[in-house]
Each structure stands twice: as C-alpha cells, then as structure tokens.
C-alpha cells in the first residue's frame, strides 16, 4: 500500500490544521492507520491511532483533547484534525498504515508502511 500524505503547513500557536493520508495500491479496510511524528534530532514518535473499523482510536498524552483522527475506508483516506497547536507540536508527520492493531503503545519499528511526511511548524 503506498500513502500518501499532506496539509502541512506554518500556523501560529493556538491554531489548527488538517492532516490527510491517502492511499493507494490496496484498501485500507484490513490495515489500522496511525500517525506519528519526527522533530529535529528526536526520534520518531506514535501520535495517534484509529482500528480498521474505525471503532477504536488511541492518542498519545501529549495531544490528547487537541488531536482527532478519523478514517473513510470508501475514500481510502485517514484525516488528523489538530487544534490547539503549540510549538512542540513542530516536526514531520507521518501517516502509517499496518495490519497488526495499533496503539498508543505502538513503535515506529513496528509499523509495516509509511507514507513521505508532511511538516507542521507552529510560531509561538
């Protein structure tokens, strides 16, 4: 499956931004979908997760009641809603896609595909 992500972009703090993942190649109904994160000398890092079904979604603590993610498995597209945004928020996003059940616990190295990232910048 390949992905493909974007909505990127420079905002101020306290604003938002919509994230979009789509994919191609095969449907995206058998896979969970997440997306993390990547800032500069950090590693990359779980941001948010949603089931196949999209029955079940889990956030990591540091966007938790900022944060949405939501799937369209008739578009084959995932979508992460960001309000709030804070400086920390600054870093490349990525959407990810795997057939074993994501969570917050969820690695980077156990992520099966990846899609380019897409950067957010947040101005304080």
């Known amino acids: 499956v390949q992905l493909q992500a974007s909505g990127g972009g420079l905002v101020q703090a306290g604003g938002s931004l919509r994230l979009s993942c789509a994919a191609s190649?095969?449907?995206?109904?058998?896979?969970?979908m997440g997306w993390f994160r990547q800032a500069p000398g950090k590693e990359r890092e779980f941001v948010a997760a949603?089931?196949?079904?999209?029955?079940?979604?889990y956030y990591a603590d540091s966007v938790k009641g900022r944060f949405t993610i939501s799937r369209d498995n008739g578009k084959n597209s995932v979508w992460l809603q960001m309000n709030s945004l804070k400086p920390e928020d600054t870093a490349v996003y990525y959407c990810?896609?795997?057939?074993?059940?994501?969570?917050?616990?969820?690695?980077?190295?156990?992520?099966?595909?990846w899609g380019k990232g897409t950067q957010v910048t947040v101005s304080s």
């Open positions: 990810a896609a795997d057939r074993s059940e994501m969570s917050d616990s969820t690695q980077h190295y156990d992520i099966s595909y």
């Open positions: 190649g095969r449907t995206l109904r058998s896979y969970d």
């Open positions: 949603i089931g196949w079904s999209g029955g079940s979604t």
